[in-house]
């Protein structure tokens, strides 16, 4: 096309994409291969010394994966993405690019508990030290800066939900101090928040959620801004010292704005391993084709069940952003003009044993730890996933005895909201 | 000419239409993009003639290098720039003393001398600063997606193959009247 820029919709549909330059093949293939032939010698060469474009190994680099990659960049409105096996691969490649031994980032305290773990104990044993620091409270990430800082990581809107972060005020101090800012934007997807809009440098995804939107297939995607000047600051050395893996090549001076979505794939994925398969990169893409109908469902119903649980009896209290009175509605009304999300938690006046009673009353929900599906979920987190925690960590992390977790879905809201009104009756 | 924004269409007709290329500033060292921008364009069709003094006569990529523009014994449609913007002066110099005249005066990525631009400008040429032509290409061709990159560019025209390789695309599409 011209110089025309594409709408949302038609970028989720084509981005990334075209007919198969060799069958014709109009929807993408799934380049279900380890490998790829060279064209001679010198071709092989120019391949693994990055010197010209093009595909040698699945876990490297894979046709179908690469559509997935052009695709979500362009959603974000970034330069350049890295498709990987888990959103949990796509955080250990961004900070495996970042960090070295001793290094410290700053990272909001309300995040995924996956994210938690992965920061306190797997990144420890890296030596890549977190310091919590609370969204709700600016003045607390300013406090965490010290000369070992090299980035800061949240969430746009944060797991267990209902939280939206202030991006541009957290932009603003990783901005004073130097450093990228890491935004996971899983639970918003870009079509209600584009978080490079926002200061964020780095997006990162969880394309297990929304982005496949199925629940059928494990991903994550790494997306680079082209907005950090690597060199300016040079405490990044994956940018900008010569590679020895590679020659001598300085990758930020090589690949300019996309240098870290560079950087991320030769220096963390090839090594580190954590490949996407051409087949789940084929079922995300599919999903995402749909992922503004999808999204703006999504949301439109959870606003609708978040008013109905509102005014339920046996309900103490909803935390959903897109309620008026709500502490983070006037955030969400500028950040997230389109809606809040489909991810919300509520507190049940019966507490514990009422959150154990609900999600075995249920019959349209499915109890289960994923969100992000196109069907509706739910999960006591009491005495699931935060059950190893004391009472009182249990509710730091917003997820207390009596506090239950809903990820709706794209099924017909009466029957969603007359799931949870039977469900309720029972208690 | 606005040189903070170029449209796609500008791009694709200078990589269209030019045919040699002299690099000036390439280096010999196979880390450095000088040269590698130098065996990415020859690869892709065009005819490519290095120019670094210190490497006259000797080989760079496999291709015979110049010490100036006008050594070159054919030519020129376009002239890349691979020097500090404080450098590009001299260079529009020389290759405005070419004869015929080259068509396009290209600066890379970091490379930008709105004066020097305006008086190529002023010859007739067309002119291109702070861009990579391999990028460029590999932008407009597709071949750029392979690396996750966002090409900004969308098609439901097929690519075409260039030659006998099986991971080279062409700028053409099939069904695009030429």
């Known amino acids: ?427 | 000419m606005d040189h903070d924004h170029y449209a796609d269409a500008y791009i694709r007709s200078i990589l269209s239409e030019v045919k040699t290329i002299a690099i000036v500033g390439a280096s010999a060292n196979a880390a450095r993009p000088s040269f590698f921008v130098t065996k990415y364009l020859a690869e892709r069709g065009f005819k490519v003639f290095p120019v670094n003094p210190g490497q006259a006569g000797k080989e760079i990529a496999g291709l015979l290098t110049y010490a100036t523009l006008k050594d070159i014994p054919e030519p020129i449609d376009m002239v890349d720039i691979f020097r500090a913007s404080e450098h590009v002066p001299q260079v529009v110099d020389d290759a405005l003393a070419l004869s015929p005249l080259p068509k396009v005066i290209w600066m890379q990525l970091t490379v930008r001398n709105d004066e020097a631009a305006s008086k190529a400008e002023a010859a007739g040429l067309k002119v291109v600063m702070n861009r990579c032509p391999k990028i460029e290409y590999a932008r407009l061709s597709g071949e750029i997606g392979w690396t996750g990159v966002n090409s900004r560019t969308i098609s439901s025209k097929r690519p075409l193959r260039l030659g006998q390789g099986v991971q080279r695309l062409s700028l053409d599409r099939s069904g695009w009247k030429k």
């Open chain 1, 1 to 427: 096309m011209s110089d025309h820029t594409p709408g949302f919709s038609t970028l989720a549909i084509h981005a990334g994409a075209q007919p198969d330059p060799t069958t014709g093949a109009r929807a993408t293939p799934i380049y279900q291969t380890t490998s790829f032939v060279f064209d001679d010698v010198d071709h092989a060469a120019a391949l693994f010394g990055l010197q010209t474009f093009g595909n040698i190994y699945t876990r490297i680099g894979n046709p179908t994966v690469s559509v997935l990659e052009e695709r979500v960049a362009a959603l974000e409105g970034g330069t350049a993405a890295l498709g990987v096996a888990s959103g949990h691969a796509a955080q250990h490649l961004v900070f495996h690019t970042l960090l070295e031994p001793g290094d410290e980032f700053i990272a909001s305290r309300k995040l995924y508990g996956g994210s938690i773990n992965q920061f306190n104990h797997a990144f420890k044993s890296y030596g890549w030290n977190v310091v919590w620091a609370d969204p709700d409270d600016i003045s607390s990430f300013e406090a965490a800066v010290t000369p070992k800082t090299k980035a800061i990581f949240v969430e746009s809107i944060a797991n267990p939900g209902g939280i939206v972060t202030d991006l541009k005020a957290i932009s603003a101090v990783a901005k004073k101090a130097g450093v990228p800012l890491i935004v996971d934007n899983t639970l918003a997807t870009p079509y209600l928040w584009r978080p490079f809009e926002h200061g964020a440098d780095i997006v990162i995804h969880s394309a297990t959620k929304f982005l496949g939107g199925h629940g059928n297939s494990i991903g994550g995607v790494i997306v680079d801004g082209g907005t950090f000047d690597w060199t300016a600051s040079g405490r990044y050395p994956f940018l900008t010292k010569p590679r020895p893996e590679y020659q001598g090549i300085v990758l930020h001076e090589t690949f300019g704005n996309f240098a870290f979505a560079i950087a991320c794939r030769v220096l963390g994925l090839r090594d580190l391993g954590p490949a996407l398969s051409p087949f789940n990169a084929f079922l995300i893409l599919t999903g995402i084709e749909t992922l503004g109908l999808r999204v703006q469902k999504h949301s439109d119903n959870a606003l609708e069940v978040a008013k109905f649980l509102s005014q339920h009896p046996a309900v103490a209290g909803v935390n959903y952003a897109g309620l008026p009175g709500d502490r983070y509605y006037d955030l969400a009304k500028t950040y997230l003009p389109k809606g809040a999300g489909a991810v919300f938690t509520f507190r049940l006046k019966g507490g514990y044993e009422a959150g154990v009673s609900l999600v075995s009353n249920v019959e349209l929900f499915s109890h289960l730890a994923n969100i992000g599906d196109t069907r509706s979920l739910i999960i006591h987190p009491a005495s699931t996933t935060h059950r190893q925690l004391s009472d009182e960590q249990k509710t730091l992390a917003g997820a207390g005895p009596e506090v239950v977790r809903l990820s709706i879905g794209i099924e017909d809201a009466a029957d969603i909201i007359a799931d949870l009104d039977q469900a309720l009756a029972k208690l």
